[in-house]
């Protein structure tokens, strides 16, 4: 069994409900056992600045699926969730943005996949919900929280708990 971390976007629709049914997806689909999961974050555009907030959130599993099996399956969620990789703009609006952020220790370097997510570091949209379930995990040889002093989080919000 592989320990996968997952961030989860969005910012068209009710992207919380949309997160609900994608991680109930992503369990059964990879046949996955949720262990965290983070609060949700309204967290400010990032790339294309001209759009409405997105929400943020984080998920670690465990799953027999291995890391390009997983990342298809996660790809194939999106899909069935309304987003289209081919036709969208980068960084731009989305239903439900799925991205692999880490699989055990696994070093991957290829054009399909790349784990640890490669911008992993640069995103305080990502690192703030992750230090929430996985502060002390470490990813290229640090942990979440020391990452998160790093980079700004001004603008990003922790939401209420869904009622």
Excluded at 31 to 47: H, K, V
Excluded at 97 to 113: F, G, H, K, P, V
Excluded at 119 to 124: G, N, V
């Amino acid at each position: 069994m592989g320990n996968a971390l997952i961030a989860l976007g969005g910012n068209v629709g009710d992207v919380r409900a949309t997160f609900e049914k994608a991680i109930s997806n992503i369990c059964g689909m990879t046949q996955a056992a949720l262990l965290a999961r983070s609060s949700d974050y309204a967290t400010p555009p990032w790339g294309e600045r001209d759009q409405d907030r997105f929400i943020n959130a984080c998920i670690e599993i465990e799953t027999s699926l291995d890391p390009h099996a997983l990342l298809f399956t996660l790809h194939k969620i999106e899909k069935k969730f309304g987003r289209d990789r081919a036709r969208e703009q980068r960084w731009g609006p989305r239903t439900l943005d799925l991205d692999l952020i880490a699989y055990d220790d696994a070093s991957i370097n290829q054009s399909d996949l790349t784990l640890p997510h490669p911008r992993l570091f640069e995103r305080a949209f990502v690192l703030v919900p992750l230090a929430e379930i996985a502060a002390d995990r470490v990813i290229s040889g640090r942990t979440v929280r020391d990452a998160l002093k790093d980079v700004s989080s001004d603008g990003i919000e922790k939401l209420p708990e869904r009622g």
